[in-house]
């Protein structure tokens, strides 16, 4: 058996071998289980994190708020950067497959300090959306009990402050529980929640356009709803495109799995794409599905009503499907809640875990389960990390709570949009071979960097505003502004404090610049 340092050409197997000594700029071996993950384990992994059920409840409303009519399309847009930006995913992970993802092949493409921040901004997205999962599954769980039992009183715990918290910090320490043990276990509970999610939506899709017509504001299905040129205005658009951009968050932790996965290379750029797919798929027809029963009006059940719009399904269960099947709708987004919230520990401790090897992050983080094979101290620290975040949040206001949320577009867009200029720069030498280089290499990953860019700018000009998001602001600024851009901000400080601990990685001695995989050859 030999080691080729050398990008590989279709056909061959990239394995993470670690650099001699230590050393040498290559990637590293992290100690992770590898071939525990095949095709259908890597896309349920995707679909589960991005939690398309939880993701519908919760987006449905707003983005009618915003398009009106043409939230089908908006969810359309949506899909298209991230389509782009997958390609970028795919052609990286063929020839650096790494744990590290966004940060491996940002700091090879452009240097140590951007891709610790394209790394940052992955982290403290995920635990934010983690915090948020926790929220929610708490929050359908007491539902759901609440019209198990027909007990209005145990659904109205939810309202209790302690209540909610302890619950929702139960949640987050089973799912660390379940991450730390092993991607073996989160596969095959992945397989049934994902499973109970998507045969119901289709079941809820189905029964609302049978009985669409029934309620006031229906609407008949028009060609029209997916033509994005009927938004209203430019900003519309962005802050459409924004929340929709939010609801594809995730189908990119089963290349965080690349490690663990049978076929390295290959697989999980395969099973990105068909998460994709199978995601947008499942949002189209959910959404034309409810504008044609609920219409987007704004009073009762109308998609537009301001007391219903962050929660729709909550709203439309009963009168779609019935008392007895409605349960069925609640549990589905408990299980897509809780299910993300399990499968959203991959990115992150895995990120850290690759921070942490190259010398980017402390060394405690670099810390293998001998067993599990699972970066167990990464793991356990980012569920207390949530579960702090969460509680603090939660008990100084509900506000703040609210505009961390609405701050993760931001956050999404910057390191999307890094990862995709990263494509075209450490493939530039490889553009002029061949047609598909050209565009799968470039010309794709290039174009869905600038549409997550040209977001990323509106939303900044978005935020300033204290209109957006809660309202509150900040001497005068938007608190979503300061709360998003004080979350980047604070990841340049401490970069800045682990460039004084870790001079090497910042020299760029210990992850070099386009140094190519290490290729097994048998």
């Not at 919760?58 to 009618?64: I, K």
């Not at 504008?291 to 009168?319: K, R, W």
């Not at 949530?386 to 206001?397: D, E, H, P, Q």
């Not at 040209?454 to 957006?468: C, E, G, S």
Request: glycine letters at 12%; hydrophobic letters at 50%.
């Amino acid at each position: 058996m030999t080691q080729v340092e050398a990008r590989p050409p279709a056909g061959d197997t990239v394995r993470n071998a670690p650099a001699a000594g230590g050393s040498g700029g290559g990637v590293r071996a992290k100690g992770l289980g590898g071939n525990s993950v095949g095709l259908m384990g890597g896309a349920v992994i995707g679909v589960s994190t991005v939690a398309p059920v939880y993701c519908l409840t919760s987006t449905l409303g707003p983005t009618v708020g915003e398009v009106g009519l043409q939230m089908p399309a908006i969810f359309l847009a949506g899909f298209l950067p991230m389509l782009l930006v997958a390609f970028a995913y795919r052609e990286l992970n063929r020839s650096v497959p790494d744990c590290g993802t966004s940060f491996t092949w940002s700091v090879k493409a452009f240097g140590p300090k951007v891709g610790w921040m394209c790394g940052w901004g992955l982290l403290v997205a995920t635990v934010v959306v983690l915090s948020n999962l926790a929220g929610v599954a708490t929050s359908f769980f007491w539902l759901t009990m609440g019209e198990i039992t027909g007990n209005p009183d145990i659904a109205a715990l939810d309202g209790n402050k302690a209540v909610h918290i302890a619950t929702t910090l139960a949640f987050v320490a089973a799912a660390t529980v379940v991450s730390y043990r092993g991607i073996t276990a989160t596969k095959w509970l992945q397989y049934a929640l994902v499973g109970l999610q998507l045969a119901v939506i289709v079941l809820f899709a189905a029964m609302a356009v049978a009985n669409a017509g029934e309620v006031a504001g229906s609407l008949s299905f028009s060609w029209s709803w997916m033509n994005p040129f009927e938004v209203e205005s430019f900003a519309a658009f962005t802050a459409g495109l924004s929340l929709s951009i939010f609801i594809y968050w995730g189908w990119d932790t089963c290349l965080s799995v690349n490690e663990e996965t049978t076929g390295s290379a290959r697989t999980p750029g395969r099973a990105a794409l068909l998460a994709i797919v199978v995601i947008v798929s499942s949002y189209l027809m959910v959404a034309i599905a409810v504008q044609m029963y609920a219409g987007i009006g704004e009073e009762g059940l109308g998609l537009g009503n301001p007391d219903t719009s962050d929660n729709v399904f909550a709203a439309l269960a009963a009168p779609i499907m019935g008392s007895g099947l409605g349960i069925l709708l609640f549990t589905a987004v408990l299980a897509s809640a809780a299910a993300s919230l399990q499968t959203t520990f991959i990115p992150v401790a895995r990120t850290a875990l690759a921070m942490s090897t190259y010398e980017a992050f402390p060394p405690a983080f670099a810390k293998v389960h001998p067993v599990h094979k699972t970066p167990g101290r990464a793991t356990v620290v980012a569920g207390v990390a949530t579960g702090v975040f969460y509680s603090v949040m939660s008990l100084v206001s509900e506000n703040v709570l609210v505009d961390t949320i609405y701050a993760l577009g931001l956050m999404i867009c910057f390191y999307y949009a890094i990862t995709a200029f990263a494509c075209v720069w450490y493939f530039r030498g490889d553009l002029r071979r061949s047609t598909r280089d050209l565009f799968v290499k470039g010309i794709l990953p290039g174009l869905g960097g600038l549409m997550l860019t040209a977001v990323f700018l509106q939303t900044l000009k978005d935020m300033w505003d204290p209109a957006y998001g809660s309202g509150s602001a900040v001497f005068g600024v938007g608190s979503v502004f300061v709360i998003g851009v004080g979350l980047l901000l604070l990841g340049a400080v401490l970069m800045f404090w682990m460039q004084r601990r870790s001079p090497a990685f910042f020299r760029g001695e210990v992850l070099t610049k386009e140094t190519p995989a290490l290729v097994v050859q048998d």
